[in-house]
């Protein structure tokens, strides 16, 4: 069975259309978005702050309209590797892996993950499940 929606990273700003509400600034439909900006994740939902600024998306997109969103401007990538050390990620996202794996004990003293791959930037997603696990 072929896909029916793929995944991307997008860059691109939050406008209003028509009536006020608002959405990414992006030519093709979503019917899923994460938006990261200033090292803050935010699932689903576009808020007032965000209006006219520039955010990273992981979005959802159906698979018909592939070659239109690869071929935008606002593309980055399909996946988290080829897109993680991207200057225009670290912009909006550049929360290390040591930080987010981080765990506080009951008497508040923290340890940071120490693997060796603890300077790299870690998924939004997966900084967001453990910090609310």
């Not at 793929?6 to 028509?18: H, R």
């Not at 006020?20 to 994740?41: A, S």
């Not at 996946?79 to 794996?101: I, L, N």
Request: aromatic content about 12%; proline content about 2%.
């Amino acid at each position: 069975m072929d896909k029916f929606f793929n995944e991307a990273f997008v860059v691109c700003k939050v406008v209003s259309d028509e009536e006020g509400n608002l959405k990414l600034d992006l030519p093709f439909p979503i019917y899923h978005m994460t938006i990261t900006y200033q090292n803050t994740c935010r699932y689903c939902y576009l808020s007032q702050d965000l209006k006219d600024k520039e955010v990273l998306a992981y979005i959802h997109y159906f698979a018909t309209d592939e070659a239109k969103v690869k071929a935008d401007k606002a593309y980055l990538g399909d996946t988290w590797k080829t897109v993680s050390t991207k200057s225009e990620v670290a912009k909006h996202w550049a929360v290390k892996k040591e930080d987010a794996y981080a765990v506080t004990s009951e008497l508040g003293t923290v340890s940071k993950y120490e693997g060796k791959d603890k300077l790299n930037v870690v998924h939004p997603y997966m900084a967001i499940d453990i910090k609310e696990a």
